[in-house]
């Protein structure tokens, strides 16, 4: 399991790397031609979409290999969104989270075993400090207090 | 709206909005801390920063979730619901001060590198049969909100209007809709990890009404809206069906009505009715709950712009409604249920209330 | 209905629109924030503990690696102190202090102290200084205690110890795992009624290194074996250590 959760931070490393290579070539060449919006658009906006670049690149990248022009609102959600499905994706995944996580939550608690620290000794310990008690003074030391501080 | 983006779109408004953001977060964040310097004494800085931001981020996932079913509910919530994207962006950045603050404390400078340590430290109880019986809440707390944390991070990195256009609002709208499973992660992060340490009754309950509300707005919504959706038709003739009375459409004010499985919104400007697809082309928002505004409908989540007559945006914005063909008889409107092609232009038809 | 329509790209919105929101907005500022208050003042108090982050003393006495790394160190008016050794981050006793078992040593390191147990983090690789073979009288003090069989939560001490606070229980598993995985001496913590707690320190048997699980770090667990003090430290020389099944809480 650990090997295949260090290929797969690699794998995510490897594409996160791509992402970046190709948001500078986004940035030079893709925005402007994908989306006309992007047209004398500031270096904030640039930075606050950058993020997302590195993200969800392939996506882009046939985005920009498909289309010479797209990005109007023109072809906007009554299209693609059909909001009768969200609508309903809406109501579906309140009703499942409405059964799962109580059922998640109250596994964890109904199962929640007692505080692991719980005493059990056979005969009765040498003795015994409280935990709010406050600190002992330093243990004398060996030699000198030669302080010093680093970091 | 603008035709050229812009990182922020800087208003009056939206300054007060994230001041008064900043601000709420900040006063959260100390009054945790405060308390718990109090409470605990000996407890770390890393400690409290890591459950400050965690409570902090949780508290305004819970309003976040609330404002939309409320603005269904009472259109007076509609102001918060402007800039939600906002307190998303926010949320998530708690979300990743926290996840960075216990991975350096919990996993670095040890032996194994510390993104594979959240996944796998404890690795033996993801099997919840591993130590005999069954011992499901000893399972790894980790990866619930690493997983969340990715989803958070994809909508805070896609939350800019450029996404919208160029994800297509469907497919962004799905990828939003993660929150609600990024909720869902949460809590269970929480039960599994916190909940197993800190034994207060106040936590769970805290968590279990904060769910009840957050779910049960949601659930109310989805009635209502699924209640519309079902809404029954009215008479057909010639392709056109009747849809309500005239009077019940106010002047300058919009209708939400179905037709054939669709919603559309009618507005009724200077005495004459109008139809269009009730579908903002933003992000979805329903139309037939605007308002007429300087002559155009107007979307009430982010006040986007139509021309009643032929659904187009005023220049030079070029975004387009659907128009529908209607009729007014009788003090009855009509409607063709098939839309126009984009950009047809209808006159509308003229209401004689008398 | 409130006819009020909001348009946020607008510089002002209707006043009594305005009016409802900034309300609004109070009540749910008090609520959060109130809600935070008291979420903070039901956690459960962390225990008490020192780290010297970032301070260096100097330290010097006898080097013992087992049954746990410890510097046996006499201080000028004839008190001795036994220090439980570890490194920095994660791990245990560094690989440059390793191979000088009973030898006299000096070098520089931080603090951990939780009550009367004492601990050192040698930080300080060129500080480290061999000072050649001890006297012959100066073997470890380990007096037997009795043979004991216990349960508690297996901690990492050094974190226990004061490194981080609180430093136990779920939230803290993983670190605890990584802890004793890097060779941080295991702990065996133990409540008892009227909040009274101990650490005892856990090793193998006949000076050889505990062999167990680090994943049952944060677990209950039961140890059995030889009871011994070395200083102001409890070790227990473990012949058996088992995960115990859980208790519902």
Sequence with gaps: MVEFVHASLLAIQAYGTLGLVFALAFHWRGLSRLDQGSRGAGLGFRWVIT?????LWPWLAVRCWRTKQVGSFAEGPHASAAPGRLRAAHGLAWKALAVLLPLAVGVALWWRPIDPSSGDVTESLPRTAAPGSPDASLPPQPHQPETQRSH | MSTTYRAIDWNRQKRRYDLTLVVLVALVFLSFMGVSLLRSTHITAETLLIRGSAVTALLLLHVILAIGPLARFDPRFLPLLYNRRHLGVTMFFLALVHSVFATVQFHALGDESPLVSVLTAYRQDYNVFASGGFQPAHFPFEPFGAAALVILFLMAATSHDFWLRNLGAGFWKALHLGVYAAYGLLLVHVAFGALQSERSPAYPLVLGLGFVVIAGLHLAAARKEARLDRAELGAEQDGFISVCRASEVREGRGRVVMARGQRVA???????IFA?????????????????????????????????????SPPPFQEVLETYNIRVIAGHVWLKATANPLGTRCAGSLVDDR | MNDDFYIGYLEKAPSSLGRWTRRVVLALGVLVVGLAAMLAARQTPAEPGTFEFGIQRTFE?????????????????GVTTHYLLVG??????????????????????????????VMLELNDEKSFTPLGPA??????????????????????????????????????????VRCLSGGVPPGLLVRQGNDASVVILLAGLNG??????????????????????????????????????DERD
């Design chain 2, 266 to 272: 009618l507005f009724r400007q200077q005495a004459r």
């Design chain 3, 88 to 117: 920095a981050g994660k791990y245990g006793l560094p690989a440059f202090a390793r191979g000088h078992d009973g030898q006299r040593v000096r070098f520089h390191g931080s603090l951990i102290q939780k009550g009367d147990n």
């Design chain 1, 51 to 55: 993020p997302g670049v590195v993200a």
């Design chain 3, 135 to 176: 006297a012959s009288d100066n073997a470890p003090g380990r007096e037997v205690i009795g043979e004991i069989s216990i349960t508690g939560e297996l901690v990492d001490t050094k974190c226990y110890f004061g490194v981080m606070r609180p430093a136990t229980g779920k939230i803290h598993r993983a670190c605890a």
């Design chain 2, 276 to 312: 269009t697809s009730n579908v903002c082309r933003h992000q979805g928002g329903p139309v037939g709950e605007g308002q007429i505004v300087d002559g155009c409908i107007t979307c009430p989540w982010h006040g986007w712009n139509y021309q009643p007559e032929d659904g187009c």
């Design chain 3, 61 to 77: 006495g006898v080097l013992h690696e087992s049954p746990l790394p410890m510097l046996q160190s006499v201080s000028s008016n």
């Design chain 3, 208 to 245: 050889r290194p505990l062999s167990y699980e680090v994943e049952w770090a944060a677990r209950r667990v039961r140890a059995t074996g030889k009871l011994k003090s070395q200083g102001a430290h409890l070790v227990l020389e473990v012949a058996r250590l088992s995960l115990v099944d």
